[in-house]
């Protein structure tokens, strides 16, 4: 990739563009007509009596049937649009909502990616001569430090590919390399920062100037930070700017430093957002994150349901950017809660629980209650003494359901999370008997 292309996709973002829907109608026609390449979608469209031409314009995508995590569940090898021959990395999904899914990408698929990376880096305000530790997995089949990886190769910036875990070794290298920023998960970032305050360093003096995060929210649905997203700030002095993907995407929406949410690209991807029905909320409304990633050979999805709840904003950012964003994801559509008309998601009860800091760990129970409610049992597990009256106080003073609390010893709770491949936070006894 040029660099000329880097600065052209830069300087094109701080323009309004009268053909912007046109450019999105030819790339979305190209698209489909790559999807249908797949077996899958060859398929469906066909089934379905639908050819590339029949979309004259932006207006016919919600025409387009959706597709769904279980269709790639069922049979992700149908949808490779591309040849053995042009596939030159094969990832494969983390797996937490079903069978890992395999993603094969192409050269160019690779290329658009960096580029994503690189755009997203810009705005986040990473510059050519910064170095950053890439503290996310870079093996093991998963794509997101890769795309962080070549991003940041694209942008002419300094990669450390550090990989996650071991504190001490990630701190022997900011010693000797002093990077600019870091990128991780969170609570890594901030089992970082810990470690370093009980071995002598000052992290908040180690001349880190951005954390981009990744994983876990650190965002209220307002942009606030919560409680760990403020503690991570505050432990390296640092701001935050979070970024989401998914591997299926190949497709990533990241903060700019406004941190207000993240820039789509739209000569990279369509992004609506949808209600239980499947109709297209209000901007500003919640609903589920729907993405037709544009430009993608290996594994052109079309209209992918994440299955994550946000909400899409239009307005110009202080930025500069004209591009639209998606605010924090507020939850995941399966773990939506309702009690007595209110809807909440387990993760607004985690960050709640984060503001007490004698709770290291902490699950759900919901179960179907006589009323139509969601009936939620919080365990939380310490190793202090805890009044579970109190964090049932607090949670329902905060969020305004009703629930109930039930202290544990910490090794008790975090044996009943263990097994899979990250800790179980959510367990979902609805469809049983009670
Ligand atoms: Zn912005």
Redesign the pocket.
Known sequence: MEKSTLNTALAWRSGKHSDLADMQHALLQNHVRQAMHSAFYNEKFTRLGLHPQDITSLHDLPALPLTSRQDLNNASHLFQAACDEDIVDLSLTSGTTGSPVQVPYTKNDLTRLALNEAIAFW?AGVRPKDRFLVCVTLDRCFIAGLAYYSGMVELGATAIRSGPGQPARQWQLIKQLRPAGLIGVPSFLLEMARWGQEHGYSPPDMGITSLITIGEPIRRADFALTALGEELTQAWNAPIYVSYGATELETGIS????G??G?IHPEMSLVEIIDDQGNLVADGEPGELVVTPLGVEGFPLVRFRTGDITRLYREP?????QTP?IGPIEGRLAQRLKVRGTTIYPDIIFQTLQKISAIEAAYIEVRAAYDLSDDIHVVVGTRQTLDAKEVESLLQAQLRVRLTVEIQALELVQKTMSGGHKPKKFFDLRDKKI
């Open positions: 705005g903060e700019c430093k406004q207000c949410g820039h950012c202080a930025c500069g950017w964003r």
